[in-house]
């Protein structure tokens, strides 16, 4: 059993020890990996309103899943906004049970089983200056997670969550991007291109330019990889690797049609 505490002990030391978003992800996901946990997710900012803005970090989810959660399931997902009335890590979908769900919400909760989402541990992360977040983790196995579990994910997540808001002071390192700025920059590090933001925005290409310039001077950068190397650095954009992230900023080249 000390050999587990210690385990467990390890773990926490290892997430405040991280220099970097990116090795804090890794470290969560050690951390949960104690309790038999894979897959998790993770939506800041987190408000009552579902339709502000809410950027997606998440590891070893489904891709489909993830890009459908970031294009429209963000506004429908009940998980984040049940998080505020419940002290602590709950469980899902039994904690919903007593909860009266609109039609959106429960058609959410079926897309969400459909990709291994189905049951799973959610929690609030709260942190200074009203800097809060959502922790959401798959449970994939088939009886239900003890409290010790819970209490896990919760510690887990709240250590993991102000370690965070210790690294990227936002109020003091953050640029002000508009809601717009965001969504372009979050599209710019997905690889598309400025065209094709245009499109998936319904704007004209010439504003997603315009979006871009500002974007470059407001992060003081001079090309879309580093514009997205520094929105991640700040935790205006997320990832699932670095890496990844570094090579979708390309955008891909054109092949030639077959003859």
């Not at 804090?24 to 502000?52: K, M, N, Q, W």
């Not at 997606?56 to 009335?85: A, G, K, M, V």
């Not at 920059?185 to 504003?207: D, F, T, Y």
């Not at 990889?225 to 992230?245: F, P, S």
Request: with cysteine; charged share 20%.
């Amino acid at each position: 059993m000390a050999r587990v505490d210690d385990a467990h002990s390890d773990a926490l030391e290892a997430i405040v020890a991280s220099k970097d978003l990116l090795a804090i992800h890794a470290t969560v996901s050690d951390a949960l990996a104690l309790e038999g946990i894979t897959a998790a997710y993770f939506i800041t900012p987190l408000t009552i309103d579902a339709r502000v803005g809410r950027l997606l970090t998440s590891r070893n989810t489904p891709p489909i899943w993830e890009r459908r959660y970031r294009s429209c399931l963000h506004r429908i997902d009940p998980l984040p906004t049940f998080s505020l009335s419940v002290a602590g890590a709950f469980f899902w979908p039994d904690a919903l049970e007593l909860t009266e769900l609109g039609d959106y919400e429960q058609r959410y909760l079926k897309i969400a089983r459909r990709y291994g989402l189905g049951r799973g541990i959610g929690v609030a992360c709260y942190g200074p200056h009203g800097r809060n977040g959502f922790l959401g983790t798959a449970w994939p196995h088939e009886t239900k997670p003890e409290v010790k579990v819970l209490q896990w994910v919760n510690h887990v997540a709240q250590t993991a969550w102000q370690h965070c808001c210790q690294l990227v002071r936002m109020v003091e390192t953050n640029p002000v991007l508009s809601s717009r700025e965001l969504e372009v920059l979050s599209w710019m590090c997905e690889g598309k291109s400025n065209s094709v933001i245009a499109q998936i925005l319904n704007i004209s290409r010439s504003s997603v330019d315009m979006y871009v310039r500002r974007l470059f001077a407001k992060l003081e950068v001079t090309d879309r990889t580093a514009a997205c190397m520094r929105g991640y650095t700040l935790g205006l954009v997320a990832g699932r690797d670095l890496h990844k992230l570094i090579e979708r900023t390309q955008p891909n080249p054109i092949k030639p049609l077959p003859r």
